[in-house]
């Protein structure tokens, strides 16, 4: 059974920068982050492919990167610029056969426990 297992997070204040990255215990054909801030639903956040594509929330876009440099089987996101309203539990998600098409997330079948992500104003 595959595994995701997600690092990084905590608290941090307004403006400033987190890292987060998930290893997955055997190769995806699609990883994304997910979150979900407590009343709200679960949203997407960001997701890369084996095939090199990313797609962004309009949220987030300018602000949290996928790093290029990601080790294999292992997304990372880097969050800059934060907000109070990114303040939520941040989820790794994948999926195992299929590129990524989608924020959506019933696309993807797999996901992590979550990691907190605070910000305070």
């Known amino acids: 059974q595959v595994q995701l297992v997600e690092s990084g997070g905590g608290s941090v204040q307004a403006g400033g920068s987190l890292r987060l990255s998930c290893a997955a215990s055997?190769?995806?054909?699609?990883m994304g982050w997910f979150r979900q801030a407590p009343g709200k639903k679960r949203e997407g956040v960001a997701t890369?492919?084996?095939?090199?594509?990313?797609i962004y929330a309009d949220s987030v876009k300018g602000r949290f990167t996928i790093p290029k440099d990601n080790a294999k089987n292992t997304l990372s996101l880097e969050l800059g610029s934060l907000k109070p309203e990114d303040t939520a539990i941040y989820y790794c998600?994948?999926?195992?056969?299929?590129?990524?098409?989608?924020?959506?997330?019933?696309?993807?079948?797999?996901w992590g426990q979550g990691t907190q992500v605070t910000v305070s104003s």
């Open positions: 998600a994948a999926e195992p056969t299929w590129l990524c098409s989608s924020l959506n997330v019933r696309d993807f079948p797999i």
């Open positions: 055997r190769s995806m054909s699609c």
């Open positions: 890369l492919d084996r095939s090199g594509i990313a």
